[in-house]
C-alpha cells in the first residue's frame, strides 16, 4: 500500500474516533423531565455578572442598532489556510455589518475543553461556544445547560420547523444551533450484489440476512469489519438500536438514568445484541479475521472488492467510496434495516451556544440566524467547506455523496432519525459493551446476559461518580 493511502486511512480511523465522542440526536423532542431545575439559574453568581433572562423573541436587528460591537467565538479543531472559523467568517460577518467584529478562537480539542473550563468558572466566557449535543463530551449541551451556562435559542428562525433537535433540547429549550448530521449506515458494492442476484437494498431484517446468504452462497464474504478497533462495533449496533430500541421508546436513555428502564429490559439491547450476533454466528462477518482487523483493513478490503459490505460512517465517506484494487465500482448506503421497520442512527454533529451572560444574546441570536440560515453568504461558505452534512437550506444537495446520504436526511427529516447512543450515556458504557461483545464472537464463553448486566452495573457505576 502507498505511504499516501496509509496516511489516508490513519486520518479516517481517527476521524471515526472523534465523531462517535462528539455527536447525538434523536427525531423527538425531549424535556428531561428528570432534571426539574431551571437550566439558567445558580452559575457564575460569584462574578457579580448575572445571566440575563431570555426574550420571547429576540431584537432582530440589535447588531444594526448596537454600535461598533465586538462577538468573540471560542470553538475547537485545527486552523488551516483559508479556514471557515477563524478567516471566512470574520471576513464574511464584516461584509453583512460593517460596526460587528468578530473575533474567533480556534484551539485543539483537549485545550479547547481546559480553556472553556477555565473562562466558565471565572465568569469570562467568550459570547459564543462549541458545545456538543446531549452528553458528549467535556463542552456537552446538556451538563452546561443545566449548570445554567447556555441561552435559549427558541427564537431562533432557523430552529423553527425542524424535526431533529432533542439532542440540543434541555427542559424545553434549544440551547445549541446546529446545521450538520453524520450518518451511520451500510456501504456496499453494487457489482458484488448483481452478481449474487440481489436485486434491491434490503428493507427488512429477514432480507438483509437473506442478502447475506446470496452473497455467502455466491462465494462472497458479505461483511468486512475491523472489529480490532473495538469502537467500530458501535457503527452496526447502534443502527440496530434505532430500529429496535427507539423507535418504540425514543425516551429509553432518559428512563435509564431513572431507573424507568435497564439495559437488562427484556426485548430491548439483548434483541440488538443477539442480532447483531447472527451475523457473526452465520460468518455474515467472520470473527476469526474482524477481530485481527483494524478500522483502516477493513476499509481497504471494502474498497478492493473482497467484501460486498462495511458498517461505517458518513465521515469516512471519502475513504470508502476511494478508487481500491477492485478499480471502478459503484457504491451503495443504506441504513440497516430492522424487524420494527427502516430507522437511522443519524446524529446531530457539534453546534454554537450562546453564552447566558453575553452582553450580545441578541446580537450573538441575529449573528447565527443569518449563518444558519440556508441562503446566506456566511452559509454558503460553510457548506463549501465540505466539512458539514446540512438537512436544508440552499447547496446542501451539492455536498459531496450526497447521493449516498440523501436517503437518511429524508428518514430524519420524517422523524426516523436517532442519535448515537453512547452520546446518552456516561462514557465508559459504551466501551464495556464492546469489550463483552468481543469476548462473546471470540468465543470467551460471554453471552448477551453478561453483556447487558455489564452495560447496567457499569452505566450506574459512571452515573454515581
Same mark, same amino acid.
Given at each position: 500500500?502507498k505511504?499516501?493511502?496509509v496516511?489516508?486511512m490513519?486520518?479516517?480511523? =481517527? ?6 465522542a462528539?455527536?447525538?440526536n434523536?427525531s423527538?423532542?425531549s ?5 426539574e431545575?431551571?437550566?439558567g439559574?445558580?452559575?457564575?453568581e460569584?462574578?457579580g455578572?448575572?445571566a440575563?433572562a ?6 432582530h436587528?440589535a447588531i444594526?442598532?448596537a ?6 467565538i &471560542?470553538v475547537s479543531?485545527?486552523a ?6 477563524t478567516e471566512?467568517l470574520?471576513?464574511?460577518?464584516k461584509?453583512?455589518? %460593517?460596526n460587528l ?6 484551539? %485543539? ?10 473562562k466558565?468558572a ?7 461556544i462549541l458545545?456538543?449535543?446531549m452528553? =458528549?463530551?467535556q463542552?456537552?449541551?446538556y ?5 445554567g451556562?447556555?441561552t435559549?435559542?427558541?427564537d431562533l ?5 425542524r424535526?431533529d433537535?432533542a439532542?440540543?433540547?434541555?427542559n424545553g @429549550? ?15 458494492n453494487?457489482d458484488?450484489? =448483481?452478481? =449474487?442476484g440481489?436485486e434491491?437494498?434490503?428493507? +427488512?431484517?429477514?432480507e438483509?440476512l437473506?442478502?447475506c446468504?446470496k452473497l ?5 464474504q458479505?461483511?468486512? &469489519?475491523g ?5 467500530v462495533l ?5 443502527q440496530?438500536?434505532?430500529n ?12 435509564l ?8 429490559d ?6 440488538v445484541l443477539?442480532m447483531?450476533?447472527t451475523?457473526? @454466528? ?5 470473527a476469526s479475521?474482524s ?8 476499509i481497504?478490503? !471494502?474498497? @478492493?472488492?473482497k ?6 460512517g ?7 467510496t476511494?478508487?481500491g ?8 448506503y ?9 430507522y +437511522?442512527?443519524?446524529?446531530l ?5 450562546i453564552?447566558?451572560?453575553s452582553d450580545y444574546?441578541?446580537?450573538?441570536k441575529?449573528?447565527?440566524d443569518y ?11 460553510n ?7 446540512? +438537512?436544508?437550506?440552499e447547496?446542501?444537495?451539492e455536498?459531496?455523496?450526497?447521493d449516498? !446520504? ?11 432519525g436517532?442519535?448515537w ?7 465508559g458504557t459504551?466501551?464495556? &459493551? ?12 460471554t453471552?448477551?446476559e453478561d453483556?447487558?448486566?455489564?452495560m447496567q452495573?457499569?452505566?450506574?457505576d459512571?452515573?454515581d461518580?
Amino acid at each position: 500500500m502507498k505511504w499516501k493511502k496509509v496516511v489516508s486511512m490513519i486520518c479516517v480511523t =481517527a476521524m471515526a474516533l472523534g465523531m462517535l465522542a462528539g455527536c447525538g440526536n434523536d427525531s423527538k423532542e425531549s424535556d428531561n423531565s428528570a432534571k426539574e431545575d431551571n437550566a439558567g439559574a445558580g452559575q457564575g453568581e460569584e462574578d457579580g455578572k448575572e445571566a440575563k433572562a431570555p426574550s420571547e423573541v429576540y431584537d432582530h436587528e440589535a447588531i444594526e442598532n448596537a454600535g461598533d460591537i465586538t462577538i468573540t467565538i &471560542m470553538v475547537s479543531g485545527t486552523a488551516y489556510e483559508n479556514d471557515f472559523e477563524t478567516e471566512q467568517l470574520p471576513a464574511l460577518a464584516k461584509e453583512k455589518w %460593517p460596526n460587528l467584529t468578530v473575533e474567533v478562537t480556534k484551539l %485543539p480539542d483537549d485545550n479547547y475543553y481546559t480553556s472553556l473550563k477555565t473562562k466558565l468558572a471565572s465568569g469570562e466566557c467568550p459570547d459564543i461556544i462549541l458545545t456538543q449535543p446531549m452528553y =458528549a463530551g467535556q463542552n456537552s449541551c446538556y451538563s452546561m445547560a443545566e449548570a445554567g451556562y447556555l441561552t435559549p435559542l427558541n427564537d431562533l428562525d432557523c430552529m423553527a420547523g425542524r424535526q431533529d433537535l432533542a439532542s440540543v433540547t434541555y427542559n424545553g @429549550d434549544i440551547v445549541t444551533a446546529s446545521n450538520s448530521i453524520s450518518i451511520l449506515g451500510c456501504y456496499y458494492n453494487k457489482d458484488l450484489f =448483481a452478481q =449474487a442476484g440481489i436485486e434491491s437494498e434490503p428493507q +427488512t431484517w429477514d432480507e438483509f440476512l437473506e442478502a447475506c446468504k446470496k452473497l455467502q452462497d455466491a462465494g462472497i464474504q458479505p461483511i468486512v &469489519m475491523g472489529d480490532k478497533d473495538q469502537y467500530v462495533l458501535q457503527f452496526g449496533l447502534y443502527q440496530l438500536a434505532a430500529n429496535e430500541i427507539y423507535s418504540q421508546n425514543p425516551d429509553f436513555d432518559t428512563q435509564l438514568r431513572t431507573g424507568d428502564t435497564s439495559f437488562t429490559d427484556e426485548g430491548t439491547w439483548d434483541t440488538v445484541l443477539e442480532m447483531y450476533k447472527t451475523l457473526y @454466528d452465520n460468518k455474515y462477518i467472520d470473527a476469526s479475521q474482524s477481530l485481527g482487523y483494524g478500522a483502516s483493513q477493513a476499509i481497504t478490503d !471494502f474498497i @478492493d472488492g473482497k467484501a460486498a459490505m462495511t458498517f461505517d460512517g458518513s465521515f469516512n465517506a471519502t475513504a470508502l467510496t476511494a478508487e481500491g484494487a477492485a478499480g471502478s465500482f459503484e457504491r451503495g448506503y443504506f441504513p440497516i434495516p430492522g424487524t420494527k421497520g427502516v430507522y +437511522t442512527a443519524t446524529c446531530l454533529g457539534a453546534g454554537y451556544s450562546i453564552y447566558s451572560k453575553s452582553d450580545y444574546i441578541d446580537e450573538c441570536k441575529e449573528l447565527l440566524d443569518y449563518w444558519m440560515d440556508g441562503t446566506s453568504d456566511i452559509w454558503k461558505a460553510n457548506l463549501a467547506t465540505g466539512r458539514i452534512i446540512a +438537512t436544508y437550506g440552499e447547496g446542501a444537495t451539492e455536498t459531496p455523496n450526497y447521493d449516498l !446520504f440523501a436517503p437518511f436526511v429524508a428518514l430524519m427529516n420524517e422523524g426516523k432519525g436517532f442519535y448515537w447512543c453512547n452520546q446518552a450515556w456516561p462514557a465508559g458504557t459504551e466501551t464495556e &459493551m464492546e469489550a463483552l461483545f468481543s469476548e462473546m464472537v471470540g468465543g470467551q464463553g460471554t453471552t448477551v446476559e453478561d453483556i447487558t448486566q455489564g452495560m447496567q452495573d457499569k452505566f450506574e457505576d459512571l452515573l454515581d461518580d
